[in-house]
């Protein structure tokens, strides 16, 4: 199995991924595949793929490193088929290159923020009928790698940039000091403004949710 980034929208593995994106993932939590070329060749967004012995794409992670906040965020993680230790070997070397370009800013890694499914609240997720994909497996897998619930309700803008919020979801938090119970909740704001920056269209749910925000200090971490 390699692990090989994708920087160029023309790359054949990008076409053969973002196919894997919609057979995966709901229409509202895919980028179009033309509005793709930007985020590729931005030098700050992580686009990997895990790709087989027939150079077919099996699995693909995306992620940010933020050196000012010394923070990443991922993206998504797409396991296409099971048992072949997808998760783990996708896991493995985003962690490593995450703390190898924390290093380089001569730091250690803060922590990773992560959107993820609650299927506790809405259960209408196919995701492709992949069984590792299942909301509910994600959910406790993420709690493994220390994933937790930043205490607030969550709502992020439609990646279609049509205005509409997106529910169903948690914003989480894995603090690399297992010690952390709450963020400053200024990280998280300035997190979400920068990260949905490149949408015009916001809801007003995640304006309402920025400003209630605005008001706290610190925001706690829970248990998944």
């Not at 998504?76 to 996708?90: A, K, N, V």
């Not at 400053?184 to 007003?204: A, E, H, I, R």
Request: aromatic share 12%.
């Amino acid at each position: 199995m390699d692990y090989i980034r994708i920087t160029n929208i023309e790359d054949p593995l990008f076409a053969k991924m973002h196919t894997l994106l919609g057979e995966i993932f709901p229409p509202e939590e895919v980028l179009e595949f033309n509005l793709w070329k930007e985020p590729l060749e931005d030098p700050g967004i992580r686009v990997f793929v895990a790709v087989d012995e027939n150079e077919e794409v099996v699995g693909a992670t995306e992620y940010r490193y933020y050196p000012r906040w010394n923070i990443a965020m991922t993206d998504f993680t797409i396991i296409g088929q099971p048992g072949h230790g997808l998760g783990r070997f996708l896991a493995r070397n985003r962690e490593k290159d995450l703390h190898r370009l924390a290093s380089e800013n001569g730091k250690t890694l803060f922590g990773m923020f992560a959107e993820i499914y609650d299927p506790y609240e809405k259960e209408d997720f196919n995701f492709g009928g992949v069984a590792p994909m299942n909301p509910y497996v994600r959910r406790e897998v993420l709690s493994h790698l220390g994933y937790q619930r930043l205490d607030f309700q969550y709502v992020h803008p439609s990646w279609k940039n049509d205005g509409e919020a997106v529910k169903g979801l948690d914003f989480c938090f894995m603090p690399t000091d297992e010690n952390i119970q709450q963020i400053p909740t200024s990280l998280v704001v300035d997190f979400l403004m920068d990260y949905y920056s490149v949408l015009s269209n916001k809801p007003k749910d995640w304006i309402q949710m920025i400003e209630d925000l605005k008001e706290k200090e610190t925001v706690s971490l829970l248990p998944l």
